[in-house]
Structures are given as C-alpha cells and as structure tokens.
C-alpha cells in the first residue's frame, strides 16, 4: 500500500535528468572501502534485494533507509542520524562555491606508470578502469573559485578513484594549487579524503609530502590563509604532509583520522586503543582538530573563517 505508492513516486523521479556536477556513476555510497569489486565487474547485480536498486541506501549508522533523492538534496547527509555518507569531489565543489565561479586547473593531467607496475593487475589497467568508472582523472580537483565574497584556491579529493591515494599526480596538482594561491595572494583550502600515498608509484608517490609541504611553506610565509579539512577517512602519507599544516584544521563528523590504522597501532602498542580513538571527535579532545563541522554547515562557516582571515585585507578581485 504505502510502499507501492513509494514505489510508483520513486520510478517517477529516476527518470529526472541529474545537474551536470552530480558526481560520476560510482552508486553505491556505503562508506566502506570495499569499492574495489565494482571496478570491472561493470554491471555489478551481486545481491539481489527486494527494493529496486540504485533508489534506496541503508543508513550504516541508524539504518533508516534513506530514498536516495532525498540523501542526494542533503548532500549525502542522513537526516535522520546525520551520518556523513562519502561524497564525490564535484559534488562537494557544487556545494561550496559560488555558481559559475570554479576555473579548474590542469584537469587534463594524468597519472603514467613510471614504475612499470606489475601485481595482480597492472596499475595502468587500474588508472584505465578507475578513469573510466568515475570519470575523474586522478584522484584530486583543484581550481580558484570564490566561497562567499573570497576568491580561493581549492582542492577536492575524491575517495572514489583509488582511495584517494596520493600519487604524482595528486601531488604536482595541489602544489601548482598552492603556488597559484601564493601568487595570486589567495587562501588555500584543501579538502581531503585519502587512504595514503600510492603504492603504484613508490618514490614517487612520497616525494608528494616534502613537494605539497615546501609549497605551503612558501605560502605560509606570504602570511596567507590555508584551511584544511579532513573527511572520511584521512589517514597516511596525506595525513603526514599537507593535511595537517593548516591555520586552521576542521574535520566533518564522525571521520577516521590518523596515520597508521588502529589495528596496527593496537598491535604495534599491544596496548587497549581508547574509544572514539583516531575519529574527529577524539581529536578534537585532544587538540589536533580545530573544529568539527558538519557538511551543511560547511560553506557558512568557511564564509566567516575567510572574513576573519582576510579582514583589513583587500580581496583579490575575481
Ligand atoms: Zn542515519
């Protein structure tokens, strides 16, 4: 009765044509990172459910099921419990920037397989599928924009294309962000998400924390603002390096935040890990976060932090 009335409403709304900064085609939203089977199985039909697929998603935290119009238009936000889903990298853009206002750069830059990398698949095959199941073409988007009134150089991480690992790539992209941020006099804000340096790229991949590290030295030393904001998860060779060199350092609710994972640490201490360890919230306690903000929340209040960064300065004009 009620459900097939939902079910009629629901098939109805399939048919709406999505904005075009809708982040690309990786459905499944459970914030696992259990993606990986998705790649290259393409039509993936693994378990069928009763309830068409692709409209509905479980909540993993209060397990409401959420019609996922609705989860879309609260910016993949529960309404209910307010867990945080992951969100894509342009999607967040969408949500943060004034309209028509984002001028990406080097979009077309892409990652090459230096190392020759041999493993259970290649890491070009992997560059190639993750290429073409997000659309993306490596695993950060940067650009200047303007968030309120201030014009700003930000970069998005995006979780979906290789777990938002830090290769060569992402490294030289943030850095030309940076450094057109410390020219043009712009605060920097760089949104991460990432499960570490790329493993594909070795070396090369770590060198990315001394380069990212040196250019907000550079910009830090114009006396220019940079925010970082750490989402779910932060952790690793991303969290070593440019992650948690901000002014100011936010993080959204509930985010896994570290660097070495808590099964490691608990093996490595052999000791009883806290509760709440490695989430925002224990590290907001104990002084390595400046802020939790939650996602709807976010513009307003990177609007005001800019003005008060960049009060009795003139803002750079667009
Ligand atoms: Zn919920």
Known sequence: MDTTSFTKKSISGVAIVEPALTPPPIANTHPTFAKKTRIGTGKSKTKKRDIPEGLWTKCP??????????????????????HHFPIGSRERIHSLVETCTFEEMDATMASVDILGFKGASTYKSKLDAYKKNTTLKDAVVTGLCKIGEQRVALGVMDFNFLGGSMGSVVGEKLTRLIERGTEKELPVIIISTS??????????????????????????????????????PTTAGVMASYATL??????E?????????????????QAELPPGFQTAEFLLDHGLIDAIVSRKEMKAQLTGY????TVGKKVAAV
């Open 61 to 82: 935290s209060c397990e409401t099921m959420i019609f996922d119009k609705e989860l879309d238009e609260n910016l993949k936000v529960c309404p209910k419990c307010q």
């Open 306 to 309: 800019l003005n008060y960064f």
């Open 253 to 269: 609710p509930g985010a896994m935040i570290g660097f070495a994972g808590p099964r490691v640490i608990k093996d490595t201490t």
């Open 246 to 251: 901000g002014d100011l350092i936010l993080a």
């Open 195 to 232: 499960g570490g340096a790329r493993m594909y790229e070795g070396m090369f991949s770590l060198m990315q924390m001394a380069k990212t590290s040196a250019a907000l030295a550079y910009h830090a030393r114009r006396r220019l603002p940079y925010i970082s904001i750490l989402t779910h």
